[in-house]
């Protein structure tokens, strides 16, 4: 089945400081790939929806310089918080829609991030 | 506005079998989506509905009624490893993203 890999899977970062989390396509091309954050024992929330060659659309509320994307490659997206806090800790989780069957997501294991 | 509604928790024995619902509000359905998720884990993909009826997958059915904005999760021959939370999903317009219910907490107990 297809497979999507997240970097780093565990971050513990100082307040201040930015941190970058990678996602990959491991064995199909994703033009678009999603991504989410969870709270726990919470549902998924989609922060925003990433395309290859373009600016991300960020869901209502979320702050776009906060949280940077960036889609390089038709395998890789990025998501950078950006001077994290303590409120920015939680579970963060990408999503690739594969490019040949368009109506199926497959997920990352996720990143928890937490922020001292 | 996005809404799903589905129930928080479940409760059920080994063998039995539950079924979880879900209806929505949503702008531009294109078809319901049932994920599972086991603590700490990743959202593994379990159906999808863009028709209205029943689709069999394994021990997991799902049914969809686009006229009554509803679905449902059917789990046969409950095993302890289904112990999870399973989330129902809107697959909605523009880049076909995926709106989340909150969840529904299955417990399968001996």
């Known amino acids: 089945g297809a497979v999507v890999s997240q970097h780093p899977s565990r971050v513990i970062c100082k307040s201040g400081t930015s941190v970058k989390i990678e996602c990959r396509s491991l064995d199909f091309q994703a033009t678009t790939m999603f991504w989410y954050r969870q709270f726990p024992k919470k549902s998924l929330m989609l922060m925003a929806t990433?395309?290859?060659?373009?600016?991300?659309?960020?869901e209502q509320g979320v702050e776009k310089d906060k949280f940077l994307i960036n889609h390089a490659s038709l395998t890789l997206s990025t998501l950078t918080v950006t001077s994290a806090h303590p409120e920015d800790s939680s579970f963060y989780i990408c999503?690739?829609?594969?490019?040949?069957?368009?109506?199926?997501?497959?997920f990352g294991p996720g990143t928890r991030l937490l922020v001292l | 506005g996005q809404s799903l509604e589905q129930p928080s928790e479940v409760t059920a024995v080994e063998g039995a079998i539950v079924q979880i619902n879900c209806t929505y509000q949503t702008s531009g359905f294109y078809g319901l989506s049932w994920y599972q998720q086991h603590d700490g884990g990743a959202p593994t993909f379990l159906s999808y509905n863009a028709l209205d009826g029943l689709e069999e997958t394994g021990r997991f059915s799902s049914f969809l009624s686009r006229s009554d904005s509803y679905g449902y999760l059917l789990l046969q021959e409950l095993q302890m490893k289904d112990s999870a939370s399973y989330f129902c999903a809107v697959r909605i317009g523009g880049y076909n993203k995926l709106i989340f219910g909150a969840g529904t907490r299955l417990a399968v107990h001996p």
């Open positions: 990433s395309n290859e060659g373009s600016k991300a659309t960020y």
């Open positions: 999503s690739a829609r594969d490019d040949r069957a368009t109506e199926t997501q497959y």
